[in-house]
C-alpha cells in the first residue's frame, strides 16, 4: 500500500493492519529505509525480540504475570500460545518502540539491579537486531520465585478406603 501524506508530500508504505508505517522521506532510519526499498519490522518481531532479551538476564526467573503465566502455561500444554511473548508489550513506530515487561525475579537477587540490566539488554537487542530506536523500557516485577515454589506438594494420604 502506498499512500501520500498532504501535509509533507513524502510517500508511505506499510500495512495499516500491522501498525507500522514508514516513510521514504526517513532514509537512513536504522537502515530500515533506503533508496532501494523499505523494511518494516512487525510487532511480534520486536515482541519476541524482547522477550528472549529479558529471559538472557541473570536473575529472571520467567515472565508474565500470575493469570498470563496460568493461562500461557495451559495454552502451551495444548499446542497454543508462545513463550516468547508471554508478559511483553511492545508499541513500534516507523524508527521507535517502546517496551512493558513483566517479570519474576530470583528471589535473593538485586531488583534494581535485574531491572536495570534487562533494561540494557532488551534495548541493545532490538536496536541491534530490529534496528529500531528504544524510547524506553518499563520494567514491572510482580512476583517473586522461591527455590522449590514450582515443586508439586506430596498428596496427602486419603482418609478413607
Known sequence: MAAEDT??????????????????EDA???GLQSSRGNTTIGDTVVTKVAGIAAREVRGVHQLGGGASRALGGL???VGIGDERTQGVTVETGEREAAVDLTVVVDYGESIPQVSESIRNNVIKRIEGICGL?????NVTVNDLYFPG??????????RVQ
Open 133 to 137: 530506536s528504544v524510547t524506553e523500557v
Open 7 to 24: 501535509k509533507t508530500g513524502s510517500a508511505r508504505t506499510g500495512s495499516a493492519s500491522s501498525g507500522a508505517l514508514t516513510t521514504r
Open 75 to 77: 495454552g502451551q500444554r
Open 149 to 158: 515454589d514450582d515443586v508439586p506438594e506430596p498428596q496427602a494420604e486419603p
Open 28 to 30: 537512513g532510519a536504522g
